[in-house]
């Protein structure tokens, strides 16, 4: 099992940043692939960005590429969403992913095993 805890999210006005993290505990060698998606109230989750454990390798959502970044910390088993140029769409909540599996899509959240809680972001105009 691994567990993934988020943190970071808050209201900030249009044109601000904030960082996400994910600290991931448990059986944290198995981990493939970690992601993020996204929530607003009535629309399904949909991805933001994934990042290989391993290679590093980035993955990104049209709708935000060019603003936000996502980066790893393997000694720390943490990875990161830097989101610049925030715009009042990207109020949603925001959720932390991992899988262990070498197959499936990066980009569907029906790929991902483990989930974290969620964090709230609020972007106001």
């Known amino acids: 099992q691994v567990r993934l805890v988020e943190s970071g999210g808050g209201l900030v006005q249009t044109g601000g940043s904030l960082r996400l993290s994910c600290a991931a505990s448990?059986?944290?060698?198995?981990?493939?692939?970690m992601g993020w998606f996204r929530q607003a109230p009535g629309k399904e989750r949909e991805f933001v960005a994934a990042?290989?454990?391993?290679?590093?390798?980035?993955y990104y959502a049209d709708s935000v590429k060019g603003r936000f970044t996502i980066s790893r910390d393997n000694a720390k088993n943490t990875v990161y969403l830097q989101m610049n140029s925030l715009k009042p769409e990207d109020t949603a909540v925001y959720y932390c992913?991992?899988?262990?599996?070498?197959?499936?899509?990066?980009?569907?959240?029906?790929?991902?095993?483990?989930w974290g809680q969620g964090t709230q972001v609020t972007v106001s105009s």
């Open positions: 992913a991992a899988d262990s599996s070498f197959s499936g899509s990066y980009y569907q959240a029906n790929r991902y095993t483990y």
């Open positions: 448990g059986r944290t060698f198995s981990i493939y692939v």
């Open positions: 990042i290989s454990w391993s290679g590093g390798r980035t």
